[in-house]
């Protein structure tokens, strides 16, 4: 089995930053694709940021200059660094990866993270 935690969520003001971690652990071949989710209350659950293996990056609008993506391919670990954080950036955030594990590797799985919670206050 595999699971994603992620880490780092919590209360911040306005202008403030956080780093979001989001660690895959168990029976892993590779990781492809790994990426940022989040839902704010009453909201559908939206993406924020995508990573590819090689390292390739892709941001929603609404966060790009201010938040960054990046992953530890061999500790199987991605991060969400958040500058300047705004009101609106509040919400849970997912880790979503596609998994290929170690006995079905002809096989990708999507995995999702319980999600961590983030409120910005202004």
């Known amino acids: 089995q595999v699971q994603l935690v992620e880490s780092g969520g919590g209360l911040v003001q306005a202008g403030g930053s956080l780093k979001l971690s989001c660690a895959a652990s168990g029976s892993i071949f590779s990781i492809n694709d790994m990426a940022w989710y989040r839902q704010a209350p009453g909201k559908q659950r939206e993406l924020v940021a995508v990573?590819?293996?090689?390292?390739?990056?892709n941001l929603a609008d609404s966060v790009k200059g201010r938040f960054t993506i990046s992953r530890d391919n061999p500790n199987h670990t991605m991060y969400l660094q958040m500058n300047s954080l705004k009101p609106e950036d509040t919400a849970v955030y997912y880790c979503n990866a596609h998994i290929k594990l170690l006995f079905q590797i002809f096989s990708i799985h999507e995995i999702w993270g319980k999600g961590t919670l983030v409120t910005v206050s202004s």
């Open positions: 990573i590819t293996s090689g390292g390739s990056t």
